[in-house]
């Protein structure tokens, strides 16, 4: 059964930093490609970085140069480092498990972790 555990959110000022963890289990770690998506009140969810089982790292626009999006293999963990944060960032993020090998379906979520960025 496949899961995934997020971890790391919660209230941080206006330039603060927070870094979030999703541990996964139930599926071969190292040959799905991994991501960060999120969901403000009243918007659609939004990718915010994925990952590649090469290492090949994306990021929407809105987050370049603030975020870093990592993985550990042996620890089954996604990590998503966070910084300078704004109040725009303020959603639920969601850790997401590729369908399959190069593909950008996604077959699982995870429960979701509040990131609110407020002074």
């Known amino acids: 059964q496949v899961q995934l555990v997020e971890s790391g959110g919660g209230l941080v000022q206006p330039g603060g930093s927070l870094r979030l963890s999703c541990v996964a289990s139930?599926?071969?770690?190292?040959?799905?490609?991994m991501g960060w998506h999120r969901q403000a009140p009243g918007k659609q969810r939004e990718i915010v970085a994925a990952?590649?089982?090469?290492?090949?790292?994306n990021y929407a626009d809105s987050v370049k140069g603030r975020f870093t999006i990592s993985r550990d293999v042996a620890k089954k963990t996604v990590y998503l480092q966070m910084n300078s944060l704004k109040p725009e960032d303020t959603a639920v993020y969601y850790c997401?498990?590729?369908?399959?090998?190069?593909?950008?379906?996604?077959?699982?979520w995870g429960q979701g972790t509040q990131v609110t960025v407020s002074s």
């Open positions: 997401a498990k590729a369908k399959a090998r190069s593909s950008e379906a996604i077959d699982a």
């Open positions: 139930g599926f071969i770690f190292g040959i799905y490609d």
């Open positions: 990952i590649t089982t090469g290492g090949t790292r």
